[in-house]
Every structure is written in structure tokens, then in C-alpha cells.
């Protein structure tokens, strides 16, 4: 079973900044199946990027994710007030479809 | 517009069961591969279940096998999960989403297992 550990646990920074996101699979992530969700107090989780690269419907662009087998990236180019959040990667094609423990963006 | 909508959750002591049910609208459900994903209070997503729309397979997290069912009702345009021998660690916000692209996710219904 692969296993997703995502750094940092908090990342504080400041409206405008940009953040860099990391999640690291324990094992390689076959055909990329790699996914980012962001969560803010009280919602359900959202799509942002599918198949390690690909914005979902309706996401920004300062949303950009890449890497390949085991090490992804999320990068927010310029943070805005409403990107202050809860992210998590996924993992997916191959059952169990595995959740990363989440990287909190706050507010420096 | 499509809209998925839980219902179901509550209250249950533990050792009992509990059927959580899922409403789509806007799409047919047959044509999607489904999954539930909880959520325990305060912590992060856990996914626990999946349907394949076509193939009707299914797939279970470790922690949920055995105890829980995912089916659907395809002329109620439904999908389900019945949960039995629940545990005070199966306490969470439970959400029915689609497998990925689309995104389509409910909002979730809370199952608090305690005595």
C-alpha cells in the first residue's frame, strides 16, 4: 500500500506570497494518478488538479501542480485571501486510494 | 445543476449499524464511478469506498472492509453505504463524491458512534 506523507504540516505566509506544497508517495504513483484538493473550514473537499497537471473546471491558474513517481508538487503563485486552507494529494487508480495527511496554509 | 446530497447520519451506539444514503441529481449516477470519503472530526480525508459505474466493482480501505457495503439504486439515482459493527473510531463526516473528474461532492453527514 502506498503511503503519502505531505511537508510542511503548517505553512504560514502572507497574502501575495507563494507557496510551495509537497507530497512524497512511499511508493512511484503509476500513470501519474495524482490529485490535489483544497478544504476551508467547514466545506467539502474541492478538485483543483488531477493527473498530477491538470486544473479541474474552474480553478485559477496560480494553481499549478507537477512531478512524477514518488515527489509532487502544488505551487499558488500569488496567494489570495480565500487559498488560506487545508490541502490535500490523493493518490488514485490503483485501489486504496490514498490520502495525504494535508499541508494547513495560514496566515502569516 | 448537479448536486449530491447525504443523508442518514446520527447518533449510533457502537456495535450497531447505520445506512447513509447519497441523492444525485443534475447527472445519472450509474454513468460515474462513486466513492465515500469520511472525515474525522478535527483530522484529514480518509477515503473508504468505491464503485465502478460500469463495472460495479468494488473496492474497500482496510479499516472499513468487512463491516461496510457500498450499491446504489439506479431508479432512485442513489448510492449507498451500509455500515454495521460501527466503532467509536468510525465517527466522522461522511461524503459521497464522484471518482475524481467530474468533481462532484456532497456535504457530508455526520455519524457520531458513541454509548
Known amino acids: 500500500e502506498i503511503v503519502l506523507t505531505q511537508s510542511p504540516g503548517t505553512l504560514s505566509l502572507s497574502p501575495g506570497e507563494r507557496a510551495t506544497l509537497s507530497c512524497r508517495a512511499s511508493?512511484?504513483?503509476?500513470?501519474?494518478?495524482l490529485a490535489w484538493y483544497q478544504q476551508r473550514p467547514g466545506q467539502a473537499p474541492r478538485l483543483l488538479i488531477h493527473?498530477?497537471?491538470r486544473r479541474a473546471t474552474g480553478v485559477p491558474d496560480r494553481f499549478s501542480g507537477s512531478g512524477s513517481g514518488t515527489d509532487f508538487t502544488l505551487t499558488i503563485s500569488r496567494l489570495e485571501p480565500e487559498d488560506f486552507a487545508v490541502y490535500y494529494c490523493?493518490?488514485?487508480?490503483?485501489?486504496?486510494?490514498?490520502f495525504g495527511p494535508g499541508t494547513k496554509v495560514d496566515i502569516k | 445543476e448537479v448536486q449530491l446530497v447525504e443523508s442518514g447520519g446520527g447518533l449510533v451506539q457502537p456495535g450497531g449499524s447505520l445506512r447513509l444514503s447519497c441523492a444525485a441529481s443534475?447527472?445519472?449516477?450509474?454513468?460515474?464511478?462513486m466513492n465515500w470519503v469520511r472525515q474525522a472530526p478535527g483530522k484529514g480525508l480518509e477515503w473508504i469506498s468505491y464503485?465502478?459505474?460500469?463495472?460495479?466493482?468494488?473496492y474497500y480501505a482496510d479499516s472499513v472492509r468487512g463491516r461496510f457495503t457500498i450499491s446504489r439504486d439506479k431508479a432512485k439515482n442513489s448510492l449507498f453505504l451500509q455500515m454495521n459493527s460501527l466503532r467509536d473510531e468510525d465517527t466522522a463526516v461522511y461524503y459521497c463524491?464522484?471518482?475524481?473528474?467530474?468533481?462532484?461532492w456532497g456535504q457530508g453527514t455526520l455519524v457520531t458512534v458513541s454509548s
Open positions: 463524491a464522484t471518482y475524481i473528474i467530474p468533481a462532484y
Open positions: 443534475g447527472f445519472n449516477i450509474n454513468d460515474f464511478n
Open positions: 464503485l465502478g459505474g460500469t463495472s460495479g466493482g468494488t
Open positions: 511508493q512511484s504513483v503509476s500513470s501519474s494518478y
Open positions: 493527473t498530477t497537471s
Open positions: 490523493q493518490k488514485y487508480g490503483t485501489p486504496p486510494f490514498t
